[in-house]
């Protein structure tokens, strides 16, 4: 080994080190989650390098392993066989190097000869403004194991933004592919008077990248940066996926600091330029960013998400952890628009069923043993004449999530005032009943809630922090409601 992958390694080994002195204590905190990935200790951001390399499927993440905040980025790692139990890994990649000095980046990976292949962004400080005095670089690590990584000599493979209207700096998120003989990969970023747009660059060897055209580029209210770019061809469409920075809040859209969208088009690889439609949400609560997907052996596009916002207040900070990650979804495309459920491999986690049939809701109540930290819920509402229905979560006397539909005004809500410690709010996305039905598939976890509604048309996600001990569940309606079917089930992981 030369003398830079032993300083690599031992930077690994200490942050190694840091996580292990604290993990156990971390683990008893009521809020760790049951079956989400999140890091046995310390600060996650972006999923990075979703993929599936040698039978198995491989999830890297933003990583700052040595306390509850934003630091130098180093890659955490864990791997699965079936997307439901995940072994945690060795740190996969340390800031070592001169050219990714203060943080490997987000970025992506692939298989190459049998070899896994990490590109990220390599980033350095150049001066105290974290907006302004940054360079950010490209950089490539392989691995023969997919578990210990070497950065390549050739580093940093791509050293400059491309000329042009491209902002030399915010330069960032590689995410690579294969289309027929060639390697792509697209790169988020600005132009120089700030509205976000995509890079789309060229390989066939990994290492000499040429770029070839801005693939896309915001008008009107689409922000001041693209980040976390992600292209795929879905459904007889090609898909960006981006989570952009700086949208002003719309009606009902855009409340959270980012957002995280897709445009549906078609992507002419010889020219770069993506021709698309509108941006659309891929999620409407609180706590979804850089999504990245991957496409496993079944043909499934799968995507992950950081469950978390920039700049939102985290209560588990206090408990020296922060972050975590959705449940695997999986995309496909209906009528114009992704549609996102969770993976079927979940069904795995299920314990003491329990279902019922044609219960009338009057006013508020409770169901025998329908309550929960980590549960699953399946249900099939009936309003009939109500206009205000919908079920309470994680209720004590002083809290409660709130989950309504109103049939007047059409809208979904999801409402956390009153969830316990964390940041409270309420998100909205139209929502239209089928045939007079509201489908509902909901996954809590002991700090998180997830609602896929009408069959993953519309998904909500959101952190909640409630106490304990807050674990009834209450259906409502302002008129009697007919709850036409009810499945439930606790949720845990088999050891
Ligand atoms: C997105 C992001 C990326 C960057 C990473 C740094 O959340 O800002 O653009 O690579 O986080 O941790």
Same mark, same amino acid.
């Given at each position: 080994m030369t003398g830079l992958n032993n300083r690599h390694q031992s930077l690994i080994q200490k942050a190694q080190n840091s996580v292990n002195e604290v993990k156990d204590k971390i683990?008893?905190?009521?809020?760790?989650?049951?079956y989400h990935i999140s890091a046995p200790a310390y600060w996650i951001n972006d999923p990075n390098g979703f993929c599936f390399y040698k039978g198995e499927y491989h999830l890297f993440f933003q990583y700052h392993?040595?306390?509850?905040e934003w630091g130098p980025m180093h890659w955490g790692h864990v791997k699965s066989n079936d997307l439901v139990t995940w072994e945690h890994l060795p =740190?996969?990649?340390?800031?070592?190097? !001169?050219?990714d000095q203060d943080g490997c980046f987000s970025g992506s990976a692939i298989e190459k000869g049998g070899k896994l292949y990490l590109m990220y962004t390599g980033n350095v400080w150049t001066?105290?403004?974290h907006d302004t005095d940054l360079k950010q670089v490209q950089c490539i690590a392989f691995s023969e194991d997919g578990i210990h990584f070497e950065k390549i000599k050739?580093?940093?493979? =791509?050293s400059s933004a491309p000329n042009? !209207?491209?902002?030399?700096?915010?330069?960032r998120d590689p995410k690579v592919w294969k289309h027929q003989e060639n390697y792509y990969c697209v790169l988020g970023s600005r132009t120089k008077d700030h509205i976000g747009q995509i890079l789309l660059y060229r390989s066939k060897d990994l290492i000499n990248w040429e770029f070839i055209n801005v693939a896309a580029k915001g008008d009107?209210?689409?922000?001041?940066m693209w980040e976390c770019p992600d292209i795929f061809h879905l459904n007889g469409n090609d898909v960006l996926m981006m989570s952009p920075q700086g949208l002003s809040p719309q009606g009902y859209l855009y409340h959270n600091l980012h957002q995280s969208g897709y445009m549906l088009g078609e992507l002419d690889f010889e020219n770069g330029m993506l021709h698309h439609g509108e941006f659309q949400l891929l999620?409407?609560?609180?706590d979804v960013y850089a999504p990245q997907t991957m496409i496993d052996p079944h043909g499934r596009r799968i995507m992950i998400a950081w469950m978390a916002m920039w700049e939102s207040s985290m209560p588990e900070q206090e408990y020296k952890w922060a972050g975590a990650m959705t449940l695997p979804r999986e995309l496909t495309i209906k009528n114009g628009q992704i549609i996102s459920t969770p993976v079927?491999?979940?069904?795995?986690?299920?314990?003491?069923p329990l279902s019922y049939q044609n219960v009338k809701v009057k006013e508020e109540i409770e169901i025998p043993h329908?309550?929960?930290?980590s549960i699953e819920l399946k249900l099939i509402i009936?309003?009939?004449?109500?206009t205000t229905f919908g079920l309470k979560l994680r209720v004590s006397e002083k809290e409660e999530t709130v989950l309504s539909y109103n049939k007047e005004t059409e809208m979904f809500v999801f409402n956390?005032?009153?969830?316990?410690?964390g940041p409270g709010g309420v998100r909205e996305v139209p929502v239209q009943l089928l045939d007079g039905q509201l489908h509902l598939h909901i996954f809590l976890d002991s700090s998180s809630l997830e609602v896929f509604i009408n069959h993953g048309e519309k998904v909500m996600t959101g952190r909640i922090y409630p106490s304990?001990?807050?674990?009834g569940i209450r259906f409502f309606g302002d008129k009697e409601i007919d709850l036409i079917h009810l499945s439930k089930w606790d949720l845990k992981i088999n050891e």
């Open positions: 683990a008893q905190n009521h809020w760790r989650l049951q392993p040595y306390s509850p =740190i996969a990649l340390a800031p070592s190097e !001169d050219y001066g105290r403004n050739q580093n940093p493979v =791509i042009g !209207d491209i902002h030399p700096y915010h330069f009107g209210n689409l922000g001041y999620d409407y609560g609180f079927k491999e979940l069904e795995k986690l299920r314990q003491n329908v309550k929960g930290k009936v309003p009939k004449e109500a956390r005032n009153k969830s316990g410690a304990e001990s807050a674990q």
